[in-house]
Structures are given as structure tokens and as C-alpha cells.
């Protein structure tokens, strides 16, 4: 199973990105999809989460500027990031826990100019 990540880039402050994260080959039962993000010189962090039941979660300093959008027919997780700063610039990993295992993407790359 893997989980490819898209939609990184360079953006200026303000703007907005959308990340994308499909989970690809012998897909168990996904619980949860989010994304993490590890800004340089910095831990991991968890960024938002959404469940298979459709819950939400977020963490105090993006809640009103990002959206996370799962879609479990189509194992796929988007993550919709407006009013950026600098302080978003950071590598995003798309995440997924099964009953099982734990999965990571590759990660994307965000910068945030000034």
C-alpha cells in the first residue's frame, strides 16, 4: 500500500494551496487519513485528521484556514490550505492508520514567501 502525495509548491502569503494524498494498491480498512507537516528544524506535527465516520480534527493553529476533505469510496484525503503564512512552509506528509499499520506519504514540499 502507499500513499502518493500532490499539490506542494511555492505560494505567496495569503494564498492558498491544495494538497492532494491517494492511497494506492491492497488498501485494508482505512480508520483514519490526515496530514502532518515538519517545518525545517522542527518536529512533526499533526496538521488535521478526518475519521471513516466523518469526523474532523484540527490543530489550534490552522483551524479556520485549512479544511480536510476525505473521501472513503475513493481512499483519498485533500487538504485545502488558505490564508498561508510563512510559518506553514514545511514538508506535509499525507497519514493513514489501518487496524494494523501505520502509513506515511512521501511528503510535499510548501514554501510560504513573505
Known amino acids: 500500500v502507499q500513499l502518493v502525495e500532490s499539490g506542494g509548491g511555492l505560494v505567496q502569503t495569503g494564498g492558498s494551496l491544495r494538497l492532494s494524498c491517494a492511497a494506492s494498491g491492497s488498501i485494508p480498512s482505512i480508520e483514519i487519513m490526515g496530514w502532518f507537516r515538519q517545518p525545517p528544524g522542527k518536529p512533526r506535527e499533526r496538521v488535521a485528521s478526518?475519521?471513516?465516520?466523518?469526523?474532523?480534527q484540527y490543530a489550534s493553529f490552522v483551524k479556520g484556514r485549512f479544511i480536510i476533505f476525505r473521501d472513503n469510496t475513493k481512499n483519498t484525503v485533500d487538504l485545502q490550505m488558505n490564508s498561508l503564512t510563512p510559518e506553514d512552509s514545511a514538508v506535509y506528509y499525507c497519514n493513514a492508520l489501518t487496524p494494523t499499520t501505520t502509513l506515511w506519504g512521501q511528503g510535499t514540499l510548501v514554501t510560504v514567501s513573505s
Open positions: 478526518a475519521s471513516n465516520f466523518g469526523t474532523t
